[in-house]
């Protein structure tokens, strides 16, 4: 078997690699996505990302975006943070692009959470929930029975978007109280302005926890709420367990054993779920969406 392209559309980064059928990364690359400039751009910069890395072993590409996919059509049902990404039929436009080659259109977030199952934190669980927290809250349902849980509107799992807070922060969806607005990554820079009135950057935050008791404030308020929400997954769908992905998981050192002693504390029967880090992170939805153009062929 030959190899496959995945490449993972971000809101601020598209990543893309080669992957072999083993689910390794031979080769890749990563480029800014400049999603306010609209969709053309943005198609631009996934075909350049693309051309970057093809060759002649490559026979089929697999791309992620964020929002709601229809994966069967390859249409994007909505999407809120790139400018007019949503009701883009991405198939037409890049089987126009790479004739010949299988292609498939998935979900950013449900990607990240085949890539777990295949090869990394949920290889060995029969049944799990997953949430990407990055700029925004990409969410996932597994279940070996039934595979991932997409919805009959292909929204199903959209988990950022079920409301925490009631009449809360607006959401980019058009919600009030979404849970994305609390424990995206992006989430902690919001609760620091908020006590404030200054604008930090999520690593900047981070950096001054040591010196800046807003810092912590606003780190404590986020494991809160992460915590809160990670509840109301284990009593909703019962997993076996809760795999926590996205670029944040960078900073966990700095946070994890205080979630699970406030998720331990919320919970009623908190004992028999493992809740764990994702493995491949960034590279997690190249190797997913790589995983369904193997499956195809």
Wanted: hydrophobic share 40%; with cysteine; charged share 25%.
């Amino acid at each position: 078997m030959k190899n496959v392209i995945g490449v993972d559309l971000g809101g601020t980064k598209i990543n893309a690699g080669i992957v072999d059928p083993k689910g390794n990364i031979l080769k890749s690359t990563e480029i800014e996505t400049h999603a306010d400039k609209g969709r053309d751009t943005v198609i631009k910069r996934i075909t350049m990302a693309i051309e970057e890395i093809i060759d002649e072993d490559i026979v089929g590409i697999g791309i992620t975006s964020p929002g709601f996919i229809n994966s069967d059509e390859g249409i994007v049902e909505f999407a809120g943070n790139i400018k007019d990404w949503t009701g883009l039929n991405m198939h037409e436009v890049f089987k126009d692009i790479f004739p010949g080659k299988i292609l498939k259109i998935q979900n950013d977030a449900n990607m990240a959470a085949i890539c777990e199952k295949w090869i990394g934190a949920a290889k060995d669980l029969d049944s799990f929930v997953m949430l990407t927290l990055g700029t925004g809250l990409g969410g996932a349902i597994y279940h070996d029975a039934m595979g991932l849980w997409e919805g009959s509107r292909y929204q199903g799992a959209e988990l950022g978007h079920s409301i925490l807070y009631p009449k809360g922060r607006l959401c980019t969806c058009g919600q009030s109280g979404c849970s994305e607005k609390y424990i995206a990554g992006s989430a902690l820079s919001i609760n620091y302005f908020e006590l404030t009135g200054l604008e930090k950057s999520g690593p900047e935050i981070i950096s001054s926890l040591k010196n800046d008791d807003k810092a912590m404030k606003s780190l404590s308020k986020y494991t809160d709420d992460l915590a809160t929400f990670l509840v109301s997954l284990t009593n909703t769908f019962d997993p076996q367990g809760i795999i926590l992905g996205g670029g944040f998981i960078n900073s966990r050192e700095y946070w994890w054993s205080d979630l699970l002693n406030k998720y331990e504390d919320l919970c009623n029967r908190p004992e028999n779920i493992k809740i764990l880090p994702a493995q491949f992170l960034n590279d997690s939805g190249i190797i997913g969406v790589a995983k369904t153009v193997f499956d195809e062929l």
